[in-house]
């Protein structure tokens, strides 16, 4: 199994940053990928970023391209996700993924982030 705790969420105003971190622990040499996903209420599910274990290569989401960068500290087993020029629109609850193989995938519970005047 694997443990993801995600940390870094908060209230900002529109145009300023914040920096989400999530920390894996148990079975990480099991992990292939980590990502974060976004939801709010009445919306799908949706994929922030995702960044592979075994290459380093990363996606994003288009509407979050050129402003969010995910990066991974191999040796700490977390993943950031450091958010710029935050809109109003990225106010969400974002929730750590681990992908491991089979399909099975493990979240973390998720943290609140607020984009608000």
């Known amino acids: 199994q694997v443990q993801l705790v995600e940390s870094g969420g908060g209230s900002v105003q529109p145009g300023g940053s914040l920096r989400l971190s999530c920390t894996a622990s148990?079975?990480?040499?099991?992990?292939?990928?980590m990502g974060w996903y976004r939801q709010v209420p009445g919306k799908d599910r949706e994929l922030v970023a995702r960044?592979?274990?075994?290459?380093?290569?990363?996606k994003y989401a288009d509407s979050v391209k050129g402003r969010f960068t995910i990066s991974r500290d191999n040796a700490e087993n977390t993943v950031y996700l450091q958010m710029n020029s935050l809109k109003s629109e990225d106010t969400a609850v974002y929730r750590c993924?681990?992908?491991?193989?089979?399909?099975?995938?493990?979240w973390g519970e998720g943290t609140h982030v607020t984009v608000s005047s």
């Open positions: 993924a681990a992908d491991l193989m089979f399909g099975v995938i493990y």
């Open positions: 148990g079975n990480t040499f099991s992990i292939e990928a």
């Open positions: 960044i592979s274990n075994k290459d380093g290569s990363s």
